[in-house]
């Protein structure tokens, strides 16, 4: 009840004093928590990265960081309080004062601000602010094909390489309270997903880009007239004319995007393909099967949007994405073979399907593609799938959600029909072959 949907990212509907509360309440309820500021820019970017979308819509609160989103929310019927990522940041600094707390800014190599810069400036606002500044490197994305623990599951944006010898021993010797990470987007959010366990002491993780360049001068925020007449935006393409284009993102792609998800697609299906992926044992096929993540039981095949590519195209891209292999050879693949609108069950994001893609159902494709490689080279990504099997293709109606059963009998038919030209019928739900 305290949060809208907004493309599909929940964003909270709390007040200034009501994110503070539970703020407070997040550093006493003795669990960790992460926190994200979520702004137009944020949401354009988990349109094309799921990993970032799926982190987005787990965070224990996501506050609205952008003008673009008060509109959105005026148009969804809420009155959204704004809150700069850099005015958080203060509050927390100062809560932290307050209570005795450490805060341990977790500093991106190539930042404007270093660590002792950053430690003086803060002291002059907070001279008792138990504040320390460790230096990551360049580190901060992670391989989503990797689960915790896995020692090569860190990716840079420049070189793959982990965080510097001996960063979570120094993190865990200062026991930090509260963590400030100052990689940027998407890349501070996956960061603290992936590593908020690592640092046991933590109660508070959050991703605050640039803000600290403001304490130490790096960077001159706008105005406070200007900032609450909600023109920051203008302020920085003035300030930084170089900037344009993400500036053209968030205050123009960001608002037609909205409309479309709003206005446009509850009226449209969104274009999806199926991927039906086979191997050949003796004289026996076996279809790959997946568990959705946050819906245990549920087997269906690997599926995902077209966004605008051909069938053959679109189905590589998602088997590669979420079974972290291209060793397919496709085979086949075949248009509009299923219709259905999407219900009110919860999505691999957490929110539903509707909210998450705005249509009102999908018209499903299938590509058939042969698995060429071997199974070790299977890796699922986490946010779209818990488990993976291998079924007999006999058994692949019985063997999927109920709500699956009708696309794979379509899906069988095409299969047999073009892998081994074998005739088939169904009889309650079962498969009966007759070989040639």
Not at 18 to 31: A, H, M, N, T, Y
Not at 34 to 50: C, G, K, S
Not at 253 to 276: A, D, E, G, Q
Not at 401 to 414: M, P, Y
Request: hydrophobic share 35%; with cysteine.
């Amino acid at each position: 009840m305290d949060k809208i949907n907004i493309l599909g990212i929940n964003i909270s509907t709390l007040n200034k004093d009501e994110v503070l509360e539970r703020i407070g309440s997040f550093l006493s309820d003795g669990r960790q928590h992460q926190i994200v500021t979520p702004n137009p820019e944020f949401i354009l970017e988990a349109r094309n990265d799921e990993e970032f979308f799926y982190i987005l819509n787990r965070a224990d609160l996501a506050i609205p960081d952008g003008v673009g989103l008060k509109f959105a929310g005026w148009l969804l019927g809420k009155d959204l309080s704004r809150i700069t990522g850099a005015d958080l940041t203060d509050d927390l600094l100062r809560m932290a004062d307050e209570k005795g707390l450490k805060v341990l800014a977790i500093n991106w190599g190539k930042a404007l601000s270093r660590g002792g810069e950053i430690i003086e400036a803060i002291r002059k606002k907070f001279p008792t602010l138990k504040m320390y500044v460790s230096n990551i490197h360049e580190t901060g994305v992670t391989d989503p094909f990797r689960k915790h623990g896995d020692e090569d599951y860190f990716k840079n944006k420049f070189r793959s390489e982990p965080p510097r010898p001996g960063f979570f021993e120094e993190a865990n010797g200062i026991a930090p309270d509260i963590a400030l990470v100052t990689f940027g987007a998407p890349y501070q959010e996956k960061f603290i997903y992936h590593n908020l366990f690592r640092i046991p002491s933590l109660k508070i993780a959050i991703g605050i880009g640039g803000s600290l360049d403001f304490y130490t001068g790096k960077t001159k925020r706008a105005p406070k007239l200007v900032r609450t007449a909600g023109l920051e935006w203008l302020w920085r393409l003035w300030r930084q004319p170089w900037r344009w284009k993400r500036i053209y993102r968030a205050v123009f792609v960001f608002s037609w995007k909205f409309f479309k998800w709003r206005f446009v697609k509850p009226f449209f299906y969104r274009s999806n393909v199926v991927c039906m992926i086979y191997k050949k044992e003796g004289n026996d096929y076996k279809i790959l099967l997946v568990e959705r993540q946050n819906d245990p039981g549920h087997w269906q095949m690997p599926q995902g949007g077209t966004g605008g590519e051909s069938l053959e195209a679109a189905g590589l891209r998602e088997m590669r994405e979420e079974l972290g292999s291209e060793k397919f050879r496709p085979v086949c693949a075949s248009k509009n073979i299923w219709k259905y609108k999407f219900g009110n069950r919860v999505s691999k994001y957490g929110v539903t399907s509707k909210l998450a893609r705005g249509y009102k159902g999908q018209k499903q494709g299938l590509l058939i593609a042969e698995f060429t490689g071997k199974d070790e080279e299977i890796r699922i990504n986490f946010w779209d799938h818990r488990d993976w099997k291998w079924i007999e293709a006999r058994d692949l109606v019985e063997g999927v959600h109920e709500t699956r059963k009708g696309i794979s009998k379509k899906c069988l038919d095409k299969f047999y029909g073009q892998v081994n030209q074998e005739k088939y019928e169904v009889k309650d739900q079962k498969i009966h072959l007759s070989y040639k």
